[in-house]
């Protein structure tokens, strides 16, 4: 695979490359987290409105629901309640991207309980016939606006529709190239994300997992279906902190292990012995664990969440203090792949591990090309209080 990483590169993030001898294919980027080592243990303070940390809302008792909206509320969907909160890094695992933390105000918004599901997403191509990228041979035209100028065309005939699918090692690999564990396979899509192979369309049994094989532009697209949206990052954040302040993880101070089951990770040794202490290799059923304070499922692990924002290292620094609804940077930057546009998504995935990239925390953040399907990746709606008011009598027939 073209684009090898010379980094140690979290496990995530895609984009296609042409290598010398004019194959194209996508590959994955990489980013450096030495850097996360300078930059530790800077606790974020109560943002005010908020309960003390190590309590959720409910378990605070101070959620003031005279305030939330009235019913009927959009079907699969929790309130988030309007608030102020300290946005960024916490803890040791924190990256430089999640530095300068600062206060951010959010106004309440509704969100999908859940990961989006595939039983979910097939009603929507069922609607619509949609066609989800992966599912189209890539084009010149859009691939080489990812590259540096100058890139060659690729031979006629080798671009392939597709998406990048996980596979697991022999045994124990350097962590230094993420293509030793990912391959770009020719048929993989949200019907077939683990292979042409794998099937969730014809039958039901997966209808409760949560589609992958999703690209940002495929998730907007469904959204604008039904009357939804992305989340920005900073909503996502606020979402999966669930009314903690200063913790690490979105259920407290402890770390997940063995004994502390929180989400669908991988515990073992990555990426070729997985202990299944969770229960799972791959993606998980939608609420298999238990729900953050806002009553939020898997905002930790299973499959990575598409943001509405671009992505830059540098956007907390560029945002200022008590913004309300931050909407991210007007454009992208990757240092790492500077030619390349890349959105945000959030919350880790069913391949995080401790000895990795340790992406299992409401501050971490990632960078994928908006073009790129995976079969970690997929996407959770939200929705404002007033397109509800204007879209419920439509949502409630789908
Ligand atoms: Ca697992």
């Known amino acids: 695979m073209a684009g090898g990483c010379h980094q140690t590169a979290t496990n995530t993030a895609s984009t296609f490359s042409i290598d010398t001898s004019g194959k194209a294919s996508r590959s994955l980027t990489c980013i450096n987290p030495a850097s996360r080592s300078a930059l530790m243990a800077q606790k974020s303070n109560n943002g005010g409105s908020q309960p003390v940390a190590g309590q959720s809302p409910a378990q605070a008792g101070v959620l003031d629901t005279a305030h939330w909206p009235a019913k009927p509320w959009p079907p699969h969907m929790v309130w988030i309640p309007a608030g102020h909160f300290i946005m960024g890094g916490v803890g040791s ?26 039983g979910a997403f097939k ?48 045994g124990a690999v350097p962590l230094d190239n993420i293509a030793r564990w990912w391959q770009y396979v020719p048929g993989a899509n949200w019907r077939h994300p683990n292979g042409p192979a794998s099937d969730v369309w014809s039958t039901s049994q997966f209808d409760n997992h949560p589609v992958t094989q999703v690209c940002w532009y495929d998730a907007v ?29 979105a259920w407290g101070d402890d770390a997940p292990s063995a004994t502390n089951i929180k989400a669908n990770l991988w515990e073992g040794d990555f990426p070729y012995k997985n202990l299944l202490h969770d229960g799972y290799e791959l993606s998980a059923p939608v609420m298999s ?34 913004a309300t609804d931050p909407a991210g940077p007007s454009k992208a930057y990757d240092p790492d792949e500077p030619y390349a546009q890349k959105k945000v998504i959030r919350g880790g995935s069913f391949l995080c591990n401790i000895h990795y990239c340790a992406s299992y925390r409401p501050s971490a953040r ?27 009598h439509l949502l409630a027939s789908k």
């Not at 695992?93 to 599901?117: C, N, Q």
């Not at 939020?296 to 008590?322: A, F, H, K």
Request: proline content about 9%; overall charge negative; hydrophobic content about 30%.
């Open 93 to 118: 695992e924190a990256r430089k991207d999640e530095y300068p933390v600062h206060p951010v105000k959010i106004t309440g918004f509704w969100m999908d309980k859940t990961e989006l599901t595939i």
């Open 123 to 170: 009603r929507f191509v069922r609607a619509t016939g949609f066609i989800t990228e992966a599912e189209k041979t890539p084009q010149w035209s859009q691939l080489k606006q990812q590259l540096p100028p100058g890139t060659p065309e690729p031979e006629p005939g080798t671009l392939l529709a597709g998406g990048l699918v996980f596979t697991k090692t022999d």
């Open 221 to 249: 697209a469904y959204c604008k279906w039904a009357h939804k949206r992305l989340p920005s990052e900073a909503e996502w954040e606020y979402a999966c902190r669930g009314g903690l302040s200063a913790k690490e993880f």
């Open 289 to 322: 664990y238990s729900p953050n304070g806002y009553g939020l499922y898997d905002m930790i692990g299973n499959v990575w969440e598409w943001c509405s924002d671009w992505y830059r290292p540098d956007t907390y620094s560029q945002v200022l203090p008590n």
């Open 366 to 392: 990632m960078k994928t090309d908006p073009y790129s399907g995976e079969n970690h990746t997929g996407f959770r709606p939200v929705m404002s209080e007033e397109e509800w008011r204007k879209s419920n």
